[in-house]
């Protein structure tokens, strides 16, 4: 796969035993401003993610929330997705300060742990509701990654 317009700074893979669809998937971050989504199930299939003016530096799904994850870039941003919410639109854009957001040492059902080039960590709490996946929607999810194929190679 030759997708990224420059080096790969991140990648991340879905372990999630309870939604089928979603184990398996694939998140890459470059410093080409982009996450992408793939879907290895579905050769060449992958979903752009543009929400950085900037190198994104780390990328990392919520282990007790399959639909979640979050990246950092070196504008100083985290950014939250919520696939359930928005396959394109992060549910959370927080510059943290202005420093380099550059690692995300974890995230954890409960929390966030991000790092930056001066040498902080951040912790930061996650709302209840965005603690475990909405099942409600598995249905919806599952049908818009597979049907989604403006992307498709």
Not at 64 to 91: H, R
Not at 109 to 138: C, E, F, I, W
Request: aromatic share 10%; proline share 3%; with cysteine.
């Amino acid at each position: 796969y030759d997708e990224h317009n420059g080096p790969i700074s991140s990648l991340s893979v879905n372990s999630s035993p309870e939604y089928d669809f979603l184990n398996g998937m694939v998140l890459t971050a470059s410093f080409d401003w982009t996450v992408k989504l793939w879907n290895l199930t579905i050769t060449n299939k992958r979903k752009n993610i543009e929400n950085s003016e900037d190198f994104i530096y780390d990328v990392k799904w919520n282990p007790s929330n399959p639909s979640l994850f979050a990246c950092v870039n070196n504008e100083g941003y985290i950014d939250l997705f919520d696939l359930t919410k928005d396959l394109e639109l992060p549910i959370a854009h927080k510059k943290v300060n202005n420093f380099a957001q550059n690692k995300i040492a974890g995230i954890l059902s409960s929390a966030l742990v991000a790092g930056d080039s001066a040498g902080n960590v951040n912790l930061y709490g996650l709302a209840d509701k965005y603690r475990k996946m909405d099942s409600s929607k598995a249905d919806h999810l599952r049908n818009a990654l597979s049907s989604e194929n403006s992307n498709e190679q």
